[in-house]
């Protein structure tokens, strides 16, 4: 589920300043479901969560067992989530925090995202959060191996040659677990914490009080981004051929960037200064 302001803003006429959120869900085979305008972001999505629960009742399918959002993940003192309390038909929900939401979230700690630095950063905090399935990366460096060996180029260091793209359509990837995750994060922040966290011109990534905040308030949704148990977040769509190995293609269904995507395609064919 994700929401967006930008698409209300552009609303004229008599409909100007009817509504202030574009909220949508969509699915694991990323279909939209529904997309609602609201007044408010949070009781104003009441009927539209009744609504879906009871399309899933009448079509006779099994509920989804796994929400993504950008906010809201979790309750300080509270058993249940007002997420979970919304959709209260479909009782073994679990809500979850988007990763790249989450991410970015760290990210507002660096001094700029124009840092010499700020690349390596957000790619090191992708490797603390995640790991490559062993037996999916295994098989693709053998068929880039052999693709190399039909080309006539050495294969003595096949990784240098494998494509971010390459990994994220044969390579499922899963969360590291909570105390893995924060150790590896709190070491990547110490670490670009200090000189090392100086570009050529000894400007640092980090604003040190502000990151410091950041970690304090964001270390606890750490758990929130954890893939939930027993839950498959892939699908295979199919095959691939490469250097003589037949290689599967994955689909993700892990958070909420194809909702992302298509509300900024939304916004991009809806006319208007926002």
């Not at 509504?19 to 305008?37: D, P, Y």
């Not at 939401?101 to 124009?114: N, P, V, Y």
């Not at 190399?148 to 494509?163: E, F, N, W």
Request: glycine fraction near 8%; aromatic fraction near 6%; hydrophobic fraction near 40%.
């Amino acid at each position: 589920m994700d929401s967006t302001k930008k698409i209300t803003k552009k609303l004229a006429g008599t409909a100007k300043g009817t509504a202030l959120w574009l909220s949508s869900v969509g699915n694991e085979h990323g279909q939209i479901l529904i997309s609602v305008l609201t007044a408010q972001e949070g009781a104003g999505l009441d009927r539209m969560a009744s609504g879906l629960v009871k399309r899933y009742q009448q079509a006779g399918v099994d509920p989804p067992v796994a929400l993504y959002v950008d906010c809201g993940c979790c309750a300080e003192a509270a058993e249940t989530t007002k997420l979970q309390a919304r959709f209260s038909g479909w009782p073994q929900l679990v809500v979850r925090l988007d990763i790249w939401h989450f991410m970015r979230r760290l990210a507002l700690g660096c001094t700029t995202d124009a840092h010499q630095l700020y690349p390596f950063y957000m790619s090191r905090m992708s490797t603390c959060i995640f790991e490559w399935d062993a037996a999916d990366l295994a098989l693709l460096r053998e068929a880039k191996a052999q693709q190399l060996r039909a080309q006539g180029l050495p294969s003595t260091d096949v990784d240098k040659h494998l494509t971010k793209d390459e990994l994220a359509l044969h390579c499922r990837r899963r969360t590291r677990g909570v105390d893995t995750t924060v150790r590896l994060l709190e070491e990547l922040i110490a670490a670009l914490m200090g000189p090392q966290g100086n570009d050529s011109l000894g400007v640092p990534l980090f604003d040190q009080e502000r990151m410091e905040h950041i970690w304090r308030v964001q270390k606890k949704h750490v758990k929130c981004i954890q893939d939930p148990a027993g839950v498959a977040l892939y699908t295979k769509t199919g095959e691939l051929t490469k250097g003589g190995v037949r290689l599967p293609v994955f689909r993700c269904a892990r958070g909420s960037t194809s909702l992302e995507s298509f509300h900024l395609h939304l916004n991009r064919f809806i006319p208007g200064l926002y």
